[in-house]
């Protein structure tokens, strides 16, 4: 999957981040493996369709890692159950800059431990920045993870809850790889996401924050294209979350459009207070060009604010 870098980056909180880059960070996917580890538990959150929170946090894991390439060391590789010490082990050894865990067991949120050094509260800062228009509460708890005493002084860690898998909608949510995407595009992005990927493209989130106003029927902004190699066949793929301050439920519809071709889109209806998750492919031919990523909403009738994180991608087979 190419990603295609599009507006500027979010400024808010990430001045540690920038600071970070080529730092080297510790991913660790959350529990593992068949059988208990000291305080480690094998599976974790379980969904009511099987999926399991070990193995939604190995895939983000190693799609964090793709998109900040070798500045990364994942805590396990496999599916295999690391104890706690074993993973702050890790951290020791790679000299991690920064310590970041992940889960899927609970509803979201952004955790630091109540002794977090200034560094940990940095990048906590940083991550909630990047995670929280996708609905991510910044959270302190003593964790056993995060202990600061398990980690170097100058290991920065905090622990990430994208979901709870026990969850019905979470579940629904975190069983979609372009979700997972998304996710590991806003952590690496906190992290300082290198500007050139394994595809030698630069990829970064698409952060919508607009108003629309009474009588407007919506808003979009403009994504270059890069040259793709193998144009006639590639799809355009766009992921996100959107969130209101709607008072009544709004039907919008996230859609792209290419300059030429037919426009791909997703309708929704997103509830007062609520965040919707979207994916859609664009499934025809093509070509080097422009495209329109916007939502639109044909019932609004007094401003709104829409927040949305759209992750725009080319696969190309
Ligand atoms: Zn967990």
Redesign the pocket.
């Known amino acids: 999957m190419r990603d295609i870098a599009r507006v500027p980056r979010e400024t808010d909180g990430t001045s540690f981040a920038y600071s970070l880059v080529m730092s080297v960070y510790v991913i660790d996917c ?2 593992g493996g068949g059988a208990q580890n000291g305080k480690s538990t094998a599976y ?2 379980r969904g009511g369709s099987g999926v399991l ?1 070990k193995d939604v946090t190995l895939a983000l894991g190693q799609r964090v890692r793709s998109l900040l390439g070798g500045r990364v060391v994942l805590t396990r590789e496999n599916d295999a159950n690391p104890s706690l010490a074993d993973r702050a082990a890790i951290a020791h050894r790679a000299g991690a800059d920064g310590f970041i865990s992940l ?3 609970e509803s979201r949120g952004v955790w630091i431990h109540p002794r977090a050094s200034e560094r940990s509260r940095a990048l906590g800062a940083s991550m909630h920045a990047a995670l929280g228009a996708r609905g991510h509460a910044a959270q302190i708890a003593e964790l056993a993870v995060l202990t600061p005493e398990r980690l170097s002084p100058q290991t920065a860690a905090c622990l990430i809850e994208v979901g709870d898998v026990g969850d019905a909608r979470d579940e629904r949510r975190l069983r979609d790889p372009l979700e997972l995407e998304a996710l590991a595009h806003s952590i690496a992005g906190a992290l300082g996401a290198p500007r050139a990927t394994r595809f030698g493209w630069a990829g970064e989130l698409k952060r919508f924050n607009f108003r629309i106003r009474g009588g407007d029927p919506g808003t979009d902004e403009t994504v270059h294209l890069p040259p793709a190699s193998s144009g006639d066949r590639c799809r355009l793929i766009v992921s996100g979350n959107v969130t209101s301050n709607a008072p009544r439920p709004i039907s919008f519809q996230v859609s792209a459009i290419p300059w030429a071709g037919d426009p791909s889109n997703q309708r929704m209806t997103l509830a007062p207070g609520s965040s919707s998750a979207y994916s859609f492919t664009w499934p025809n031919a093509m070509a080097d060009a422009d495209c329109l990523v916007g939502v639109w909403t044909p019932e609004v009738d007094r401003a709104i604010t829409i927040h949305g994180d759209v992750v725009v991608s080319v696969d190309c087979p």
């Open positions: 959350g529990h974790g959150a929170e889960h899927a067991g």
